[in-house]
C-alpha cells in the first residue's frame, strides 16, 4: 500500500533524518553480533538469504522443525523462553543456555549417584497409609491418573517385600510420592530415606513395567515422572514422561479399550496428565519431544460424570485421619475443573506466541493479536468456577520480607494451592502474550501509544506473577523446578524491558522490588539450593541486576 507524506505536514528536518539513519545501523548491529554470537558456537547456522533468521545445514544438525513453538521462527524471534538462542543474546546471555542447564542436570554427581538406603523400607502399615494420604492431599489432584481400585490394591501390598507385578511397583511409587510430599521442602528429601528406598525398589521392576502393555504400566511411568518432579529433578521427570507418553499414545492407537469405558476414560486422564507435564517440563529447557501435541485435537477431554477418586467411598475413613494437619484435600468436583481448565491454559501458554506475525519477511508485534488472547484469558477466568476463581481486581504487592512469605503457606489447603497455581500461569501467559511488545520498543525513544499500553500491562502482570510464585511455590509441590525457571526468564526479560529509553524513566519502585524479591527466592529457596541448573540460574540473576538499585 503506498503511503504518501501529507502536504501539511513539514518534511523531518536534517537532523531527524540523521537520528532515524543512526538507529537503524543500530539494530542491523545488534542483529549482526546476535548471529554472530550464534555463529561462533554453531557453524552450521546461516543467514538465509531474505530473511534475517537461521536454518540449520549439515549432517550432524539435530533436526529443528518440531518444538513447542516453530524452531525456524524460535531462531528468529526472541520469545521469551530459556531454549530461545535470540532471547539469550538480547539478554547478553549464552545462546545455548538451556543445553548447559540440562547438562549440568545430567552430570552434576549428587543427581547420578545411586542413593543408599536402609534394608527395612518395606511398606508398613501405618506409614503406608499416612504416605497414601498424603499423596491423596497434595498431588492426586494435579495428576489424577490412578482408577477406583486402587486404594484396594495399595493395602494388600503393604509390606509385601516380594512382589514385582507392576500393581506393585504402583503401590511402592505413590508411596515415595507421599513420603516426598511429607518430607517438603527438598532440602529435607535428602535426609530422609523413606521414600528414596521405595522409589529405588520400585525401579528395580522398571523391566517388568516396560515390557506390560497396559494401564497400569502408563501410570508407573507417568507417576515416576511425577516423583521426580516433585523434588527437583526435571531432566530425570522429562525421560519417564517421554516413557509415559509413547505407552500411553501406542495403547490409543492400537485401540486396545475401545471397547471399554471405564479403561478408556482412566486412558484419556493418563494422556491429558503427560500432555501437561511434558509441556511443563520441554517448555524452558530444549527437550526430546514424544510429538504428544499431534494428538491434542484428536483424544477426547476426559469424562466428568464418573468418579476419578482413587478409592471408593466407604475406604475414605481409613486415611482420613492420616491426612496433613492443616491441610484438605480438593473436593472430587473442583479436581475436575482444575484439571480441565489447566488443559485449556495449557493450549493457551502455546497460542502466546501468535501475537508476533510475520510482515515483509520480518516478524512484527501484532497488538489487536495480543489483545484478542488477552481477551481470551479473560473469558477463561470468567469461566472458572467459584470454588477455584482468583480476584483479577486485586491489586498485588510484592512480600517485604520474602524470605517468609513463602513458608507461611505450607498449611494451606489444596483448594487454595491448585488456585494460586492457576493464577500464577494466567499471570505467565499474560506476560508471554504481551512481551514482543516490550521488545518491539526497546531502542525507541518515543513508541505508539497503544504499544505503551501494552507494554504497561506487561509490567502489571509482571509484578503480580514475583508476588503470585511468592505466595504459591511452597503449596505447589508437583513442579518447583518449572516455577523457578519462570521466574528467571521473566525478570531478566522485565529487567531488559525496563532499560527501554521510552520506558526508564516510568519504571516504578515496585517494579525493582519485583527484581530484588526474585533473587531473594532463588537464594533462599530450598529447591533452588538443591538443582544444579537453578543454582547456574540464580548465579546469573544475581549478577545480571545487581546494578539495581
Known amino acids: 500500500m503506498c503511503k504518501y507524506r501529507d502536504p501539511l505536514t513539514p518534511a523531518p528536518t536534517k537532523n531527524e533524518l540523521e537520528m532515524q539513519a543512526i538507529r537503524s545501523r543500530i539494530e542491523d548491529v545488534f542483529n549482526l553480533v546476535s548471529i554472530q554470537s550464534l555463529d561462533r558456537l ?51 546471555l549464552d545462546p545455548k543456555l538451556s543445553a548447559k542447564l540440562v547438562v549440568a542436570e545430567r552430570t552434576n554427581p549428587s543427581m547420578m549417584t545411586p542413593p543408599t538406603f536402609p534394608d527395612e523400607s518395606s511398606l508398613l502399615y501405618g506409614e503406608a497409609i499416612s504416605a497414601f494420604g498424603y499423596f491423596y492431599c497434595r498431588m492426586q489432584h494435579w495428576y489424577p491418573v490412578l482408577h477406583p481400585e486402587f486404594f484396594s490394591s495399595y493395602l494388600e501390598n503393604v509390606g509385601n517385600n516380594s512382589g514385582t507385578s507392576t500393581d506393585h511397583c504402583l503401590v511402592l511409587i505413590v508411596a515415595a510420592i507421599g513420603s516426598a510430599c511429607r518430607s517438603l521442602p527438598p532440602a529435607a528429601i535428602h535426609s530422609e530415606h523413606q521414600d528414596r528406598g521405595y522409589i529405588m525398589k520400585a525401579l528395580a521392576m522398571l523391566h517388568n513395567v516396560h515390557s506390560e502393555f497396559s494401564l497400569r504400566s502408563a501410570q508407573c511411568l507417568l507417576l515416576l515422572a511425577v516423583y521426580y518432579n516433585c523434588i527437583g529433578r526435571p531432566c530425570q521427570a522429562h525421560d519417564f514422561v517421554l516413557m509415559a507418553s509413547c505407552k500411553t499414545q501406542a495403547l490409543f492407537k492400537c485401540h486396545l479399550y475401545d471397547d471399554d469405558d471405564r479403561p478408556m476414560e482412566l486412558l484419556r486422564r493418563i494422556f491429558w496428565s503427560t500432555l501437561l507435564m511434558e509441556t511443563e517440563l520441554g517448555y524452558h529447557m530444549d527437550m526430546p519431544e514424544s510429538n504428544i501435541w499431534k494428538f491434542d485435537d484428536r483424544i477426547l477431554l476426559p ?17 482420613e485421619q492420616s491426612e496433613p494437619i492443616g491441610l484438605s484435600a480438593l473436593t472430587s468436583n473442583d479436581t475436575k475443573a482444575y484439571f480441565l481448565a489447566a488443559i485449556s491454559m495449557c493450549r493457551m501458554m ?13 516478524e512484527v508485534y501484532a497488538p489487536i493479536i495480543a489483545n ?44 487454595a494451592a491448585v488456585t494460586r497455581f492457576l493464577e500464577m500461569q494466567f499471570y505467565q501467559c499474560l506476560i508471554s502474550t504481551f512481551w514482543p511488545a516490550v521488545y518491539s520498543i526497546l531502542y525507541l525513544d518515543d513508541a505508539p501509544e497503544t504499544t505503551l499500553a501494552d507494554c504497561s500491562r506487561f509490567f502489571d502482570a509482571y509484578v503480580c506473577l514475583v508476588s503470585s510464585i511468592s505466595t504459591t511455590i511452597d503449596s505447589c ?16 526479560s522485565a529487567y531488559k524491558g525496563a532499560q527501554a529509553p521510552c ?24 529447591a533452588a539450593m538443591q538443582s544444579p541448573s537453578l543454582v547456574m540460574m540464580g548465579e546469573i540473576l544475581s549478577q545480571y541486576i545487581n546494578a539495581v538499585s
Open 477 to 492: 509441590p508437583n513442579t518447583p523446578w518449572n516455577f523457578y525457571a519462570s521466574l528467571f526468564i521473566t525478570t531478566l
Open 350 to 362: 502455546r497460542r502466546c506466541f501468535a501475537s508476533v506475525v510475520l510482515f515483509n519477511n520480518k
Open 503 to 526: 520506558l526508564r524513566h516510568a519504571m516504578s519502585p515496585t517494579i525493582v522490588s519485583c527484581f530484588q524479591a526474585a533473587k531473594s527466592m532463588f537464594k533462599n529457596g530450598d
Open 42 to 92: 554453531d557453524p552450521n547456522y546461516v543467514i538465509m538469504g531474505s530473511s534475517k533468521g537461521y536454518s540449520a545445514i549439515g549432517h550432524y544438525q539435530y533436526p529443528m522443525d518440531e518444538c513447542l513453538i516453530s524452531r525456524s521462527w524460535r531462531m528468529e524471534f526472541p520469545f521469551m523462553t530459556i531454549q530461545t538462542p535470540s532471547t539469550m543474546c538480547l539478554l547478553g
Open 303 to 319: 469424562g466428568i460424570h464418573d468418579s476419578w477418586e482413587p478409592f471408593h467411598e466407604n475406604q475414605r475413613y481409613m486415611f
Open 372 to 415: 484478542e488472547l488477552g481477551n481470551q484469558l479473560e473469558k477463561w477466568h470468567e469461566h472458572l468456577p467459584s470454588s477455584l476463581k482468583f480476584d483479577r481486581q486485586r491489586r498485588f504487592s510484592v512480600p517485604t520480607d520474602v524470605t517468609t512469605s513463602f513458608s507461611a503457606t505450607g498449611g494451606s489447603s489444596s483448594q
